[in-house]
């Protein structure tokens, strides 16, 4: 987990924690859900088998932020599967 934050927004990193307890907010399980279809129902019910990271990203020549998140089988286990989700630095979904 990300405590301090540094460069990135308080409001992303608080995002991202969610993402490692295996509780991602509501308004990403139907991206999450589109990218691979037991997300919620896998993925979220270990804590670990989901990660994420947060990255710098240009869309449209507009800068915001990626949410890189990784799907594991186990918690032990290293990323088999990713989905970026472009986000704005308050949590919001970039619609591309």
């Known amino acids: 987990m ?4 540094g460069d990135y927004p ?3 990193v608080e995002i991202k924690n969610r993402f ?3 509780k991602p907010p509501r308004k990403f399980h139907h991206t999450l859900r589109a ?7 896998h993925y979220c ?10 990255k710098p990203y240009n869309v449209n ?3 915001v932020w ?19 989700i472009p986000v704005y630095a308050d ?3 970039y619609d591309v």
């Open 61 to 63: 020549g507009e800068a």
């Open 91 to 93: 949590g919001q979904i």
């Open 45 to 54: 019910k270990v804590p670990g088998r989901l990660t994420c990271a947060i």
């Open 66 to 84: 990626q949410l890189v998140i990784g799907f594991k089988e186990s918690a032990e286990s290293k990323p088999t599967q990713f989905c970026q």
């Open 2 to 5: 990300i405590t301090g934050g």
């Open 10 to 12: 308080p409001r992303l």
């Open 35 to 41: 990218y691979e279809p037991r997300a919620t129902s």
């Open 20 to 22: 490692l307890l295996g």
